[in-house]
């Protein structure tokens, strides 16, 4: 059974940092490109980061680009979002998904999904 576990949210000032986990089990992260994905109630689902599967090549969304930062860590079959300089924008719920091909924006690409973790920018 696969299953990906998002960690690492909670409540931070602007302009703090978080550092987004994402642990899997029954998979092998480094096998599987993994995008990181946000959502605000009533909205889309979008994706803002995604490691590729073959050579670990990043790709980010113009909203994060610059501030947040995609990581993996094989030996430990985690994927990490480092994010910087955090806005009242970037308040959402941040989910992880993997997908054996490639990166892909379209959150229906990715078979796998987290539960997501709550990140909340508020002074």
């Known amino acids: 059974q696969v299953r990906l576990v998002e960690s690492g949210g909670g409540l931070v000032q602007p302009g703090g940092s978080l550092r987004l986990s994402c642990i899997a089990s029954g998979i092998a992260l480094g096998d599987y490109a993994i995008g990181w994905f946000r959502q605000v109630p009533g909205q889309e689902r979008d994706g803002i980061a995604c490691i590729s599967r073959s050579d670990d090549s990043t790709l980010y969304a113009e909203s994060v680009k610059a501030r947040f930062t995609i990581s993996r860590d094989n030996a430990k079959n985690t994927v990490y979002l480092e994010m910087r300089s955090l806005k009242p924008d970037d308040t959402a719920v941040y989910y992880c998904?993997?997908?054996?091909?490639?990166?892909?924006?379209?959150?229906?690409?990715?078979?796998?999904w987290g539960q997501g973790t709550q990140v909340t920018v508020s002074s």
């Open positions: 998904a993997a997908q054996a091909d490639m990166c892909y924006a379209v959150p229906g690409r990715y078979p796998y």
